[in-house]
Nanobody, 114 residues
């Protein structure tokens, strides 16, 4: 069955960096575009970034453009989110996701605070 295991979250100071990882299983990873979403307290889940199957094409939410970088390693069935210049408003639970599957993992909590 489809499974996503997100990791790498934690407490980060404003201006800091963090790299999230998502290990995927249960499907042919290289056949699907991958996305990172986040849900901040009291807000709807929002799309943060998406990457094509080959990794050649990426898109970002305006709020993270220039600060976050999505990448993938198809040999390891893993997608990454490198986050830099973090702000308190980036505090959220971060999830990886494939639009074709009605499944969400546990996510990983990122808290940006001094």
């Amino acid at each position: 069955q489809v499974q996503f295991v997100e990791s790498g979250g934690g407490l980060v100071q404003p201006g800091g960096s963090r790299r999230l990882s998502c290990a995927a299983s249960g499907f042919t990873f290289s056949d699907y575009a991958m996305s990172w979403y986040r849900r901040a307290p009291g807000k709807e889940r929002e799309l943060v970034a998406r990457i094509s199957t080959s990794g050649d094409f990426t898109t970002y939410a305006d709020s993270v453009k220039g600060r976050f970088t999505i990448s993938r390693d198809n040999a390891k069935n893993t997608v990454y989110l490198q986050m830099s210049s973090l702000k308190p408003e980036d505090t959220a639970v971060y999830y990886c996701h494939v639009r074709a599957f009605d499944y969400w993992g546990q996510g990983t909590q990122v808290t940006v605070s001094s």
